[in-house]
Structures are given as C-alpha cells and as structure tokens.
C-alpha cells in the first residue's frame, strides 16, 4: 500500500483524523507562544529582580566608602577641633622625634591640670576604634619622616630621604580620594596585601594654614563584607570598586586584586545598567572619594538563575500539550467509534436488513442520529407493511377479476348482442340484468386513478340490480349516502365483496322479503359504511371463527374477500379502519365498515 492511498485512508477521507491534527497543531501553536511570552516575561523579571539585588549590594558597599571618606576626614577634623591636639600634632610634624618627645614632658609638667593630650595616643587610638584600619600613617614634610602606625605595634618611624625613596615626590601629589596604596610606601613599611585601599589626606598647620604632612589611611577590603552580610546569600555575579586611576579597591570575586581594571577606558560609554555582549554591567559613579562602584553578572550564570523558570514553564507546557491533545482527541475517537458504528448500520440496511437497530441509549447529537434512524426504520417497515403488501393483494384482486375477463370488449360485445336478443324475443328483464352485467363489468375493467365512495356504491348497486330482477318481489335493496361523501376517495373493491357475501351466505330464497340497506355516515375518524341485512345471520361460534378469519396476518383460507377488504384497509390506513361483524341468527347481520376520509391526505395515489 503506498503512501498516497494511506494519506486518503486515514487523513484525507477521515474527518476525525483531521479535527484531532487540526487542534493538536493549534493547541501546540497556542501553547507553545503563550510559553516563549511567558517565558520571556518571567526571565525579564528574573533578570531585574537579580540587577536590582545587585545595585542593592552595590549601594551598600558604596554607602560603606562614603562612611570611610567621612571618617578619614573625621579624624583630621577631630585634630583641627581641640587647639592643643592641632599644636602638638603640628610640632610633631614640623620637628624631630626627640624634641616633640622633650616639648611634649614641658607641656606635660606645665599644665596645672597635668592633662595633656597626645598626638601620638589620638592617632592609636583612631586606629583602635576603627577595626577597618590596616595601617595609619603621618608623613612630615619638613623632616622627611614616615609615622606608621598597625595593630601590632604602636608607632614605627621610617625615613623617607629623597635621596634613596621617592615617597616625597608620592606624597607630594594631590590627594583626598581613594586610591590603591603606593607601591613605595609598601615597600618601606613592608605591607604588600594586595586587598588594601587607601584615603591620603594633607595636614595643614592650623595657625598658618601651612602644609606640614599627610595622613594616610590604609582600609582593609575584606571588611567591605560586613556591608554585604544581608546581600551576599542572593548576590550574583560581580561587585568591583574602581579607583580614578583603574585601580581596584574592591573585588567580590577576588579575581581583579592586584590588576588594574581593564575596561577603565570604556566606562565612559557605560550608563546604569547598560547590557553589553556577553555580560549584564551596572555602573554606579560616586563624586565622593573619586570611586565607580561597578556591578557585572556574566550571561551564562544570568540564566543559570532563570534555568529553573525555563524548566518550570517547559515542563508545565509539556504536560499542558499532553492534556489538551489526549483528552480531546479521546473524545472524537469515541465519536468517531460511536458515528463508524452508525454507518456499519448503515450500510446492513442498505444491503436490505431492515431489522438492524442501533444499540446508542446517549441523548447527544448521536444518540438522537441512531434513535430517529431507528424510528425511519419502524416507519418504514410499517410504510411497507400497510403499502407494499396492500399493493400486493390490491394486485392479486385485479389478477383475479382480470382473470375473469380475457377479452374485455369481445365480452362487452357478446352480452349486448344476447341482450338485444332478448328484448327482440319479449324478455325484457333478461335484457335488463345483461345491461347490469355488462355495466358492472365496464366498473371493474375501468382503472381510474382516483377512485370516490360514488364509484364504489354504484358497483353496489348494479350487483344488487341483477338480483333484484332475478328474484323479482323477493329481494329489495336500498343505498344512502350524504352528498358530501360521495367525493370522498375510498379504495377499489372495499365494498363490494360485502356485499357478494350476503347474496351468497346471507340471502333466503324462501323468503320474499329479503332486504338489504346500505347508508353511508360521516364519523369522527372517516366515513362509516353501515350494510344490514334481515338474511340467515350467524351464529356466535360461526361468527367468532370469521373475525379471527378476517384479522391481519391470518392464513389464507375462507372469507377471502372479507379478509382481503379488512387486511388492505388496516395495511393502508391504520389498526382503527377496517370491517366489524355482528349477526343474530334468523335475524340478520350488520357489517360496519370504517373507511378514512382522504380527500385531503397525502396518499390519494394508492
């Protein structure tokens, strides 16, 4: 079998097939972009709820940095306050160590209140206060002389001499932002942890404005950690902080110490939150201390934090395509069962079994397809019951009188020239019953294709006629009819067998008052035809014998004519139409004959 006929088979001939391939490519369409939308809406949201824990983080570290500038100028602020302090830190600065030692004893003894305070003692203290502070360290510019000061030990003296260091061309310069420690200064205080940052402030003589030296604070980066303690569980990517210079002061990653950062010279095409080719970078400037807070988070670990989202709405997708597909597409399969049975039936009726029945209880659309299939059925046996088997015997009726007239006209022919013969000898009444005859005849060849209750009455009488003149003074006859029945269409033959059964069973020769009347009434279901006659009568077992005689379905047998008016009648118009019995003994019988009134039904060509 090729591809082409199983695509007719099963897709192009199959209405089903196509209602489940056609709402299984929507219903994947539809999910499949309300996915990518939601998709994309929940990673864009993922994307900024993760930017914005970032620019959180790095408002806080940079939050951190304003309160270390504050407290570096806090300090020389602290010294600028208290005259005494400023004086001794000044003299310190602008002498040796052993005449500010000496100087410091005088002022010491002088003071009344012995309450001196040192600059020395201000400085550790600062450091002690501030568990941030790696180094602190006081430059004097006149003496060329470095003060450090560290955890470890109080104060150490180290000469700065031109000569041999360019720590005075260092301290020369500029400062009052953050910067990365220099590498001089690093050396004569041997200190080379790379995650160290530093403020540089001048110090100036407070009399004379005069700068005498500088401050420079050494801050360790690790601590920067405290300001993350909240944010550091959610933080992704990283966190710099960038010096003027390109210098980092601050590594979250710790990738970046002792490097100089190198996108310095692009940051200036950067705004907030900017997104860049491979990475999401946030820059958050800050005038005070001279530093770029800069926040990045690679694209790959970006998605890393929507991956779950991705699976989530995949996964979800998936089991939603599943869902729609297998539910609908189990509903049309057993409608489809449920519509191929119907056509199997079908199929049985068209090969003629018209006893087949769908077997569908279901009140949908379906259920009343197979209950009004079964009602065609019914009604069509029934037409064919009442139509075709009335047809049948109406034919057999007509075989039977045809079989009784060879040669109609030569029949016609003959009985006019006895006729003729007879009234031509005196037997006037022998012609007359030949003329009865010959009329009666004409009657039954005739076929007319409406046949009224007038026509049928007339076929009565001329059969009545004959006997009349046969028995003379002994038999009489009489017919009524409304006019208004007379134009009603009644079948052929429906009561003349009635009224050839009297003549036959019922007449008395012995008498010579036998009478038969014919009246024909209107009723409430038709037209009641009532013939009674004073003959012979039945008895009750006789006449139970000929009901059961005349009723549908009886085997042939006697009563034929009867049985033939009382089955056709039934067949044609229904169980309420037909012929009832009742006789007394030497009394007589009466035959009621209930016929429709079809001069305005559908079925006048029967």
Same mark, same amino acid.
């Given at each position: 079998?090729?591809?082409?006929?199983?695509?007719?088979?099963?897709?192009?001939?199959?209405?089903?097939?196509?209602?489940?391939?056609?709402?299984?490519?929507?219903?994947?369409?539809?999910?499949?972009?309300?996915?990518?939308?939601?998709?994309?809406?929940?990673?864009?949201?993922?994307?900024?709820?993760?930017?914005?824990?970032?620019?959180?983080?790095?408002?806080?570290?940079?939050?951190?940095?304003?309160?270390?500038?504050?407290?570096?100028?806090?300090?020389?602020?602290?010294?600028?306050?208290?005259?005494?302090?400023?004086?001794?830190?000044?003299?310190?600065?602008?002498?040796?160590?052993?005449?500010? =030692?000496?100087?410091?004893? $005088? !002022?010491?003894?002088?003071?009344?209140? +012995?309450? %001196?305070? @040192?600059?020395? /003692?201000?400085?550790?203290?600062?450091?002690?206060?501030?568990?941030?502070?790696?180094?602190? =360290?006081?430059?004097?510019? $006149? !003496?060329?002389?470095?003060?450090?000061? +560290?955890? %470890?030990? @109080?104060?150490? /003296?180290?000469?700065?001499?031109?000569?041999?260091?360019?720590?005075?061309?260092?301290?020369?310069?500029?400062?009052?932002?953050?910067?990365?420690?220099?590498?001089?200064?690093?050396?004569?205080?041997?200190?080379?942890?790379?995650?160290?940052?530093?403020?540089?402030?001048?110090?100036?003589?407070?009399?004379?404005?005069?700068?005498?030296?500088?401050?420079?604070?050494?801050?360790?980066?690790?601590?920067?950690?405290?300001?993350?303690?909240?944010?550091?569980?959610?933080?992704?990517?990283?966190?710099?902080?960038?010096?003027?210079?390109?210098?980092?002061?601050?590594?979250?990653?710790?990738?970046?110490?002792?490097?100089?950062?190198?996108?310095?010279?692009?940051?200036?095409?950067?705004?907030?939150?900017?997104?860049?080719?491979?990475?999401?970078?946030?820059?958050?400037?800050?005038?005070?201390?001279?530093?770029?807070?800069?926040?990045?988070?690679?694209?790959?670990?970006?998605?890393?934090?929507?991956?779950?989202?991705?699976?989530?709405?995949?996964?979800?997708?998936?089991?939603?395509?599943?869902?729609?597909?297998?539910?609908?597409?189990?509903?049309?399969?057993?409608?489809?069962?449920?519509?191929?049975?119907?056509?199997?039936?079908?199929?049985?009726?068209?090969?003629?079994?018209?006893?087949?029945?769908?077997?569908?209880?279901?009140?949908?659309?379906?259920?009343?397809?197979?209950?009004?299939?079964?009602?065609?059925?019914?009604?069509?046996?029934?037409?064919?019951?009442?139509?075709?088997?009335?047809?049948?015997?109406?034919?057999?009726?007509?075989?039977?009188?045809?079989?009784?007239?060879?040669?109609?006209?030569?029949?016609?022919?003959?009985?006019?020239?006895?006729?003729?013969?007879?009234?031509?000898?005196?037997?006037?009444?022998?012609?007359?019953?030949?003329?009865?005859?010959?009329?009666?005849?004409?009657?039954?060849?005739?076929?007319?294709?409406?046949?009224?209750?007038?026509?049928?009455?007339?076929?009565?009488?001329?059969?009545?006629?004959?006997?009349?003149?046969?028995?003379?003074?002994?038999?009489?006859?009489?017919?009524?009819?409304?006019?208004?029945?007379?134009?009603?269409?009644?079948?052929?033959?429906?009561?003349q067998p009635i009224i050839e059964n009297y003549i036959v069973h019922g007449l008395r020769t012995d008498r010579t008052d036998n009478r038969i009347h014919i009246r024909a009434l209107s009723s409430a279901n038709g037209i009641h035809v009532?013939?009674?006659?004073?003959?012979?009568?039945?008895?009750?077992?006789?006449?139970?014998?000929?009901?059961?005689?005349?009723?549908?379905?009886?085997?042939?047998?006697?009563?034929?004519?009867?049985?033939?008016?009382?089955?056709?009648?039934?067949?044609?118009?229904?169980?309420?139409?037909?012929?009832?019995?009742?006789?007394?003994?030497?009394?007589?019988?009466?035959?009621?004959?209930?016929?429709?009134?079809?001069?305005?039904?559908?079925?006048?060509?029967?």
């Amino acid at each position: 079998m090729g591809l082409g006929s199983m695509y007719r088979r099963n897709i192009k001939n199959n209405v089903f097939i196509k209602l489940i391939l056609l709402f299984s490519f929507m219903t994947i369409v539809t999910i499949i972009t309300f996915s990518l939308l939601m998709y994309r809406s929940m990673s864009e949201t993922v994307i900024n709820r993760e930017l914005d824990n970032q620019k959180k983080a790095m408002e806080n570290v940079n939050s951190y940095f304003e309160n270390k500038y504050d407290s570096a100028h806090a300090i020389l602020q602290g010294v600028y306050r208290d005259g005494q302090l400023s004086a001794g830190v000044s003299y310190f600065l602008q002498h040796p160590f052993q005449e500010y =030692i000496r100087h410091n004893l $005088d !002022q010491y003894i002088r003071n009344s209140d +012995n309450v %001196l305070t @040192s600059g020395l /003692q201000y400085f550790k203290n600062v450091m002690d206060d501030d568990m941030d502070i790696s180094n602190l =360290i006081l430059y004097s510019t $006149d !003496q060329q002389l470095m003060y450090v000061y +560290n955890p %470890l030990i @109080s104060m150490k /003296q180290i000469s700065t001499n031109a000569v041999h260091s360019y720590i005075p061309d260092a301290m020369a310069l500029e400062g009052g932002n953050f910067t990365l420690p220099s590498p001089w200064i690093r050396r004569a205080i041997d200190q080379w942890d790379t995650r160290l940052y530093s403020i540089r402030l001048q110090i100036n003589d407070r009399q004379t404005l005069k700068n005498i030296g500088q401050m420079a604070v050494y801050y360790n980066a690790d601590n920067i950690w405290r300001a993350l303690a909240s944010d550091k569980a959610n933080l992704k990517g990283t966190i710099l902080v960038v010096s003027s210079e390109g210098g980092v002061l601050f590594d979250s990653s710790g990738s970046y110490y002792g490097k100089p950062f190198p996108y310095m010279n692009q940051m200036d095409k950067f705004e907030s939150s900017v997104l860049s080719e491979s990475t999401y970078l946030t820059k958050l400037s800050q005038n005070k201390g001279g530093i770029v807070v800069i926040g990045m988070i690679p694209k790959e670990q970006m998605a890393d934090a929507y991956q779950g989202v991705r699976n989530t709405i995949l996964t979800i997708s998936l089991i939603c395509i599943f869902v729609a597909i297998l539910i609908p597409s189990l509903f049309v399969i057993r409608f489809a069962r449920r519509t191929n049975e119907i056509i199997r039936f079908t199929r049985k009726v068209k090969k003629g079994d018209l006893t087949a029945r769908i077997q569908d209880p279901r009140e949908d659309e379906l259920g009343q397809i197979s209950t009004s299939f079964n009602d065609m059925l019914d009604d069509l046996n029934l037409y064919i019951d009442r139509v075709y088997k009335a047809e049948i015997k109406q034919k057999h009726t007509e075989l039977a009188a045809l079989q009784a007239r060879i040669n109609p006209h030569f029949l016609y022919n003959t009985l006019e020239v006895i006729r003729m013969r007879a009234i031509s000898q005196g037997a006037q009444d022998v012609g007359e019953m030949i003329y009865s005859l010959s009329a009666l005849f004409r009657t039954f060849v005739q076929q007319k294709t409406i046949y009224l209750l007038k026509d049928e009455l007339e076929a009565c009488r001329l059969y009545l006629e004959l006997f009349r003149i046969r028995y003379k003074d002994k038999f009489s006859y009489e017919i009524e009819c409304d006019l208004m029945l007379g134009g009603k269409q009644v079948l052929q033959m429906s009561l003349q067998p009635i009224i050839e059964n009297y003549i036959v069973h019922g007449l008395r020769t012995d008498r010579t008052d036998n009478r038969i009347h014919i009246r024909a009434l209107s009723s409430a279901n038709g037209i009641h035809v009532r013939i009674e006659d004073n003959g012979h009568g039945i008895t009750s077992e006789r006449l139970e014998e000929i009901r059961l005689a005349i009723s549908p379905n009886a085997p042939e047998g006697e009563s034929f004519g009867l049985r033939s008016v009382n089955e056709r009648l039934k067949l044609l118009y229904g169980d309420e139409y037909g012929i009832e019995l009742e006789s007394q003994p030497e009394v007589g019988t009466i035959v009621n004959v209930w016929l429709p009134d079809l001069e305005d039904r559908e079925d006048r060509h029967v």
